[in-house]
């Protein structure tokens, strides 16, 4: 290998340009091999790239280059290279050196930029069209990236070179040559999407924070690329017909973007943002006479774009040109037709299976616009739409296709049904159940096993649907995309709250059959369907029978409850057929809590088929059910949901009362019934008894109905892992993103921009810099970070500035990495060249880096900087052994450059929570997730308060809260507050928070404390220190390990220095002290107690001697008043009542010290238990 790479080298030397490129082949042959392949990079750079030599091999060279890694030194000679390049004759070396500028590093291009501008600009006027390619597909490249338009904003006059260049790539797009138009089209559709998307910016590697005015600069050209292609959008539409029909599809997406912006109004805000003067904006901007203009602007291009779908042979331009008539479907003034092309050509696609690798954009671009369709085209759509969503693989695009088509099924049903009562003639198979009418689904639905999930996520997400439309439908102030669904749902829901029952209902005859399911264990579509069975029941109070005409039922209500009831009918007969144990008791509750007991016919008493027999001979299925495993049936839950059954049941109906009281008796005396369920029966009994006696007396044993299902597919996994609870929380967790993603879209940044306007705070405001050297040092060093989670990224920037008097020609900045941080091209460190730093001048720099897992990491940084150039030190080596060419390379860099002088920074850690996300949560969610996650840690930590005494009680609590004053920076952290109520009364608090890490671990923590008011809780008497208990539970031992580890910093991580770290013993010797000082008083205040004389007292006192060594200065206030009443108890009652205790203690301090002992014997019980696992 050493002697082919020699050989290489050798040939790169010679000036043969023949030999040169077939060595240049050969080593791109290596490294596509794989092989290590740097030091021919160097050769090729000092050889080739720095010399003259073909175009052919300069190309070469470039590729060698993007295939390997470069030391700075080297990139410099590539950027000198380039630069002499630029003035070469031949204008196709100049077109492969320009082809170099968008691989170079961030540090080194900006530099290259301004100081060439001159040479770039004249490339575009360049005769050969080769040139004028290579220039406008570079610049395409750069000049959208974020890291150039942060350059920009430091640098004026850079910005108007670069606001030039897009105008004269947007003149490109009409040159005369095919690919420098076809290119100059790609480049203009580059800077729009990044606009939105910032994709390209992310693949570059540098994802930075926007502020203000990097958006400013990145509107100015859009608006001003917009500007160009609506002006002369006839010409362009002309250009792009004469291009060879393979590359017309580069032109229509700028085409399309620019021609919506300008008729849906957008462009005006983007230029707004772009803040341009008044002056000059006016002189450019495109003047909109009318909207018929804007009208006609839109109808041409939909023309021009129209006979592709129809006779175009190639699946990639039909896509293209199919998703953007749906984008242009949509401006106001759109017509169906332009939409329903599009999607008819689309899914001519799909039929004729081309194209299948974008099976998935397919359907996501058809489902997301549904709506824009006549509603005779959903119609007819609908069940091949369902059919192609059931084959798609990727779950989230399944999730996401399913939630578009149950929303469009509900939004036809309510549609079609207000067109019918606004006198329209109804449209046949809108409703509900005839859009599910398709064969294969009905038989999915109706058979009892099933290997697919698909008819699970159908039926959960037709029943989250029902649930979001009976919520108030989300303020639209944008037309956007969204703007017609919300129209047709607001226009279907206008009259009366109840319609969105109507839907609803007809989804729940349609799903009934899932309650048959036997679907392995899982539960949570079957939960759904019941959740909205009961919501439904409560609304149309089936317990109450069908209402009546002259009770002032409307004709709908009364067929509607008739449905519900017969609904009901049937699922009681399904009770005999349910496969899945667990079910079993939910739908007996479900049924039993709403059915109309009174309505039942009293003939057919002894007949097995009345509902009220069937339910309790499934009652004592359940109750006397001992063979059933913890895995399949929750039997405790189960009893419990069926014990309360019969007493509500027993209340409500005298002979359902009977039949359960000979039920509930047998299963007392049986060997099933546990004490406590025993107990339990027994107490139903006595209420089913009294109820029957006073039948005006029912609410002791049942009261009205609430609408709430109590139960939940959440198990708890602490008791064994089951794969059937994992996938059903798996299913929740889709469902619901899919739910939200559709319904309550989270506007993206752009979006807030133009429906906020200009002053919107969603611009991000720069994070503080921290000093990484003294400022008395030669060099001052500063740094901040930004974290993106999407990629899971740090940036770390630094800004150095020289303090010494003279100019620096060279500082080079390396950055070494600890913990969980690694280079993206996975080098060992990074090294950034900065040249000649003029005094006081501050100079940026940045080094990307990823994070593999959660974990303490942090960035150290050295400086080198070389203030002797071209003083030579003593150099007591010698040279003999080695290479000439080496030996004299040594001598010269040294002569050039002196002996650096080296600065070690302090390290800049990157806190913890940074690598955390605010993970939302209901409260009763986290309490059932909290006792399952494995991995523990507590600590307790202290805090500085401000203020003492009684004044910040609860009657201050509505100013200023008593708690937290040392924890209030929690708030600006990546937390989700679950909830702060639990304990929050005058004596502490118990707060609860949520996370996850970037990479998916679960981290719960709940932070216990007192008020600041209790002074017992302080350290010592008259300190103004409060102790705060944190408990951390996460489902990997690996992230409590690392909070462990240094849990002082943990602590500053999270309050930002706030809270004082404590260990343990300390903790114990502040309690013993507290403890003995109590018992000082408490030995005080009995010296200072008359002689009492009655026997009960002295009792008591021996009692009280007994437990006052365990007894907490909070007790002793229990106990004197316990003494206060042993004296005196008729006679001093009223003064009792004034004073309260022989201290100067009022009520409310009383309470929160109560409160407070229970809090803390909370923790002490925790403690020990510890200390007993330990010893275990």
């Known amino acids: ?53 073909s175009a052919v091999c300069k190309k070469l060279a470039f590729d060698l280059i993007r295939s390997t890694r470069l030391t700075p030194d080297l990139w410099d000679t590539v950027c000198s290279g380039v630069k002499t390049d630029l003035h070469f004759p031949d204008p196709d070396v100049t077109a492969a050196a320009v082809s170099i500028l968008a691989a170079l590093p961030a540090f080194s291009l900006p530099k290259l930029i301004s100081d060439c501008s001159s040479e770039i600009a004249s490339c575009f006027d360049s005769p050969s069209d080769n040139l004028r390619f290579s220039i406008t597909e570079t610049l395409g490249c750069i000049l959208a990236r974020d890291d150039l338009v942060t350059l920009c904003e430091n640098n004026v006059g850079l910005l108007d070179k670069v606001s030039n260049w897009w105008a004269r790539i947007g003149q490109n797009m009409l040159d005369k040559s095919d690919a420098v138009s076809k290119v100059a089209f790609e480049s203009v559709g580059r800077l729009f999407q990044e606009f939105d998307s910032k994709r390209m910016s992310r693949l570059a590697g540098d994802k930075l924070v926007d502020s203000e005015n990097s958006l400013a600069i990145r509107s100015k050209w859009v608006s001003s690329m917009v500007d160009i292609v609506w002006r002369k959008r006839s010409a362009l539409m002309a250009r792009s017909l004469v291009l060879p029909v393979e590359t017309f599809r580069a032109t229509v997406f700028p085409l399309v973007f620019a021609v919506k912006a300008v008729a849906s109004g957008s462009v005006e805000v983007i230029r707004q943002l772009s803040k341009a003067s008044s002056a000059a904006a006016a002189a450019n901007a ?131 049904r207000e067109s019918a009562r606004r006198g329209q003639k109804p449209l046949p198979g809108t409703d509900i159940i005839s859009l599910f009418e398709d064969a294969r689904i009905k038989d999915d639905l109706n058979s009892v096993t099933s290997k697919s999930l698909f008819r699970e996520e159908l039926v959960a997400m037709l029943v989250e649907s029902c649930f979001q439309l009976s919520l108030p439908l989300p303020e639209q102030k944008n037309s956007g995309m969204e703007s017609r669904v919300i129209g047709a749902l607001a226009y279907g829901t206008g009259y009366g709250a109840l319609n969105w029952t109507e839907p609803a209902l007809e989804v729940v005859e349609v799903c009934r059959p899932c309650v048959k399911w036997d679907c392995d264990g899982r539960t949570y579509a079957v939960d759904c369907y019941l959740k909205l069975l009961v919501r439904l029941c409560h609304i149309y109070d089936t317990r109450g029978g069908v209402k009546r005409l002259k009770d002032g039922a409307s004709q709908d209500q009364i067929l509607n409850e008739t449905r519900l009831q017969n609904l009901q009918r049937e699922l009681v007969k399904d009770l005999q057929e349910v496969n899945t144990p667990r079910i079993l008791g939910r739908l007996i509750w479900t049924i039993a809590e709403h059915i109309d007991l009174e309505g039942l016919d009293p003939l057919l008493a002894d007949d097995p088929d009345d509902p009220l027999n069937i339910i309790i001979a499934n009652i004592h299925k359940v109750l006397f059910n001992l063979d059933a495993a913890a895995t399949t049936s929750n039997r405790l839950q189960d009893v419990q949901a069926v014990l309360l059954c019969a007493q509500r049941m027993g209340s409500r109906h005298a002979r359902a009362g009977q039949l359960l009281t000979k039920e509930l008796e047998e299963y007392r005396n049986h060997a099933a019934a546990d004490t406590v369920s025993k107990h339990q029966t027994r107490l139903i009994l006595q209420r089913i008894k009294y109820v029957s006696n006073l039948p005006e007396r029912k609410w002791a044993g049942v009261s009205e109905t609430r609408g709430d299902y109590p139960f939940s597919h959440h198990k708890l996994t602490v008791q064994f892992y089951e794969p059937s609870a994992a996938q059903d929380r798996k299913l929740e967790g889709l469902i619901h993103k899919a739910i939200l993603e559709l319904w309550r879209p989270k506007p993206t940044e752009l979006t807030l921009f133009l429906t906020k306007g200009v002053d919107s705070t969603s611009i991000k405001v720069p994070p503080t810099a921290y000093p990484l050297t003294g400022s008395s040092d030669p060099c001052y060093i500063e740094a901040y970070h930004l974290a993106d989670t999407n990629d899971g990224r740090v940036t770390l920037h630094l800004k150095i500035i020289n303090l010494t008097e003279l100019e620096l020609n060279r500082v080079d900045i390396r950055v070494g990495l600890s913990g969980a941080l690694y280079f993206m091209d996975g080098s060992p460190q990074a090294v950034r060249q900065l040249r000649n730093l003029v005094s006081q001048d501050p100079v940026q720099c940045s080094v990307t880096v990823g994070v593999s897992q959660f974990e303490r990491c942090g960035f150290w940084v050295q400086v080198l900087y070389y203030p002797f150039r071209g003083a030579r030190g003593e150099y007591d080596g010698d040279y003999i052994e080695e290479d000439p060419q080496i030996m004299k390379q040594k001598r010269g860099s040294k002569a050039e450059l002196g002996e650096p002088v080296i600065l070690r ?47 910040a009680t609860a009657a201050q609590q509505y100013g200023a809260s008593p708690f937290l004053s040392g924890l209030k920076s929690l708030s600006s952290k990546p937390f989700h507050r679950v909830c702060s109520h639990i304990i929050r009364t005058v004596a502490g608090f118990q707060l609860c928070y949520a996370a996850k890490t970037w990479h998916g671990g679960f981290v719960g923590m709940m932070i216990f404390g007192a008020s600041e008011v209790s002074r017992n809780m302080d350290l010592g008497d008259e300190t103004t220190t409060m102790m705060c208990k944190f408990v951390v539970r996460a489902s990997e031992a690996s992230i409590t390990k690392q909070i462990e580890s240094d849990i002082q910093g943990w602590c500053d991580d999270l309050t930002d220095g706030g809270v004082e770290y404590m260990p343990e013993d300390e903790v114990k010797a502040t309690a013993a002290e507290k403890l003995k000082i109590s018992m000082e008083r408490i030995a005080l205040l009995k010296a200072a107690q008359p002689k009492k004389t009655s026997k009960i007292e002295e009792e008591s006192e021996n009692e009280e001697e007994e437990e006052g060594e365990e007894e907490d200065d909070d007790e002793e206030v229990k106990e004197k008043k316990e003494k206060e009443e042993g004296k005196d108890k008729e006679e001093k009652k009223k003064k009792e009542k004034e004073k309260g205790t022989f201290s100067k203690l009022t009520a409310e301090e009383t309470e929160h010290m109560a409160l407070q002992a229970a809090v803390l014997q909370e923790w002490h019980i925790l403690c020990k238990d510890r200390k007993y696992t330990k010893v275990n």
């Open 1 to 53: 290998m050493d002697i082919l790479f020699a050989q290489i080298q050798a040939d790169l030397r010679s000036n043969d340009a023949l030999r040169q490129s077939s060595a240049l082949l050969q080593a791109l042959q290596q490294s596509a091999a794989g092989r290590d392949i740097s030091v021919i990079a160097k050769s090729a750079v000092e050889e080739i790239v720095a010399s003259p030599a």
């Open 286 to 416: 495109t003047v909109v006479d009318s909207n018929a203009e804007k009208l006609v602007g839109v109808s041409d291009l939909v023309t021009h774009l129209a006979p592709f779908l129809a006779s175009s042979l190639d699946p990639a331009l039909i896509f293209e040109v199919g998703i953007n008539m749906l984008y242009l479907a949509d401006v106001a003034g759109g017509k169906p037709e332009w939409a329903s092309q599009s999607i008819i050509a689309i899914l001519t696609l799909w039929d004729r299976q081309e194209f299948s690798s974008a099976r998935e954009s397919i359907v996501r671009a058809v489902v997301t616009n549904l709506h824009l369709l006549d509603l005779h085209m959903q119609v007819s759509l609908f069940r091949r739409l369902l059919l192609m969503v059931r084959n798609l693989r990727a779950e989230s695009d399944r999730m996401h296709a399913l939630a578009c088509i149950c929303r469009t099924a509900l939004c036809v049903h309510l549609f079609a």
């Open 905 to 951: 920074c302090q390290p800049y850690k990157i806190p913890l929570t940074e690598l955390l996300l605010p993970h939302k949560i209901s409260p009763v969610e986290f309490f059932r997730l909290w006792p399952s996650l494995p991995a523990v840690a507590e600590y307790t930590g202290t805090y500085m308060y401000e203020g003492s005494g009684f004044m």
